[in-house]
């Protein structure tokens, strides 16, 4: 390929050329320190400046101010979900986990190790093709949290509305969806993220908590997964991934350009309702794996009549330019990817391909 594809990756995935393209900009000389952003020292005013920014947008675009703290961390989203129930879960009390999808599951078995874990709701029976409804959803006595995963990557369901559990703290994995609409972040304990679909490169989890979770973490815990140790060192206790940092900070201010989180969900919204439309107009060529209602408008996972049309499908695409079509072997298919940074022209171009291989193979 001589140019840039359309790329429906799951993660790394797209990132806006915008972003890209500063950052090239920026690559050999960093705000006049004759140095790449790489090579400056974590404890730089430069790069501290980076840091609180970054912290300061997320907060802004969210809504957040003084109760929350915003930490960026190592090890992808999976080291949360042994950091959660290691900060947070103590003799007395019980993890409450709803399980919509793969990664919610993973979250769940991480809990087990740590304490009494207790399975609050799940799809697993109708292979995560929806989210649990709030009324399936037993909670166990002394529940320390509720942990959600608000957009299942892997199955192509979202939460549209989220559960209120009164005073139990609520948990999100936000993954495959964090900033890609307005919601109440007030209402979460603690967000979390690993940065590579809608944040920016691989390499960092963000991490939002509420500042009274800070108090609950225990001393006896390693210093590296104690957020209270992360948040008064803010993000610095050790080298932090700094480039990592720097491009998620330079997508934030994107983001802002995009209208903020209103602007990005109209955005969202309209590009996705192109390929469902494909879908949903295709006689049943197309069939979504998601229910309707709880259809996500990050990933769009769907089967075609067999598995040799799949894998011709997937071929086709990719020479015309449309990248990572493949399904996960959990649901087979495909699945689009189609985070904040994919342009409308992009699914535009899909939804057409999709009409055109509809038309030739039916
Ligand atoms: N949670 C969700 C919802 C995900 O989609 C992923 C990765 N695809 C993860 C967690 C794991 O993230 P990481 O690879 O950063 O550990």
């Not at 369901?157 to 999100?172: E, H, R, S, Y």
């Not at 209402?187 to 390499?203: E, M, R, W």
């Not at 072997?329 to 409308?344: D, F, P, W």
Request: proline fraction near 4%; include cysteine.
């Amino acid at each position: 390929m001589s140019e840039r594809v359309f790329n429906f990756n799951p993660g790394p995935s797209t990132l806006p050329l915008e972003v890209l393209k500063e950052a090239q900009k920026d690559l050999l000389n960093y705000a006049n320190t004759g140095m790449s952003v790489m090579e400056v020292s974590h404890r730089s005013k430069e790069f501290q400046a980076i840091v609180q920014e970054a912290e300061e947008q997320i907060k802004e675009l969210l809504g957040l101010g003084d109760d929350h703290r915003v930490l960026f961390l190592h090890g992808g989203a999976s080291t949360q979900f042994s950091m959660i129930p290691q900060n947070f879960l103590t003799e007395d009390t019980v993890a409450n986990y709803i399980v919509s999808g793969s990664f919610a599951q993973k979250a769940y078995k991480e809990s087990v190790k740590v304490g009494q874990t207790h399975l609050a709701g799940s799809t697993k029976d109708v292979n995560h093709n929806r989210i649990v409804g709030t009324d399936e959803v037993t909670l166990s006595d002394n529940p320390a949290y509720v942990h959600i995963t608000s957009n299942n990557t892997i199955f192509g369901t979202q939460w549209k509305d989220f559960p209120d559990f009164g005073d139990v703290p609520l948990i999100a994995d936000m993954s495959s969806d964090i900033l890609s609409k307005p919601f109440d972040a007030s209402k979460f304990a603690l967000i979390y993220a690993g940065a590579q679909k809608n944040l920016g490169p691989s390499g960092v989890a963000v991490v939002i908590i509420r500042k009274d979770m800070l108090e609950k973490v225990p001393e006896s815990l390693p210093s590296m997964l104690r957020y209270d140790i992360m948040a008064e060192n803010n993000s610095l206790y050790n080298t932090p991934p700094s480039f990592s940092i720097y491009m998620v900070n330079l997508v934030l201010k994107w983001i802002k350009k995009q209208g903020g989180l209103e602007g990005i969900a109209a955005h969202n919204e309209e590009k996705a309702g192109y390929v469902y439309d494909a879908i949903d107009n295709s006689d049943a060529f197309y069939a979504g794996h998601a229910e309707k209602p709880d259809r996500s408008l990050m990933n769009i996972t769907f089967r075609l009549p067999n598995e040799d049309l799949e894998k011709t499908f997937v071929t086709e695409a990719a020479k015309k330019g449309l990248a990572g079509l493949k399904g996960h072997r959990s649901v087979g298919g495909i699945r689009a990817s189609i985070y904040n940074a994919m342009t409308k022209e992009g699914c535009k171009a899909l939804a057409d391909f999709m009409d055109e291989f509809r038309l030739a193979n039916k």
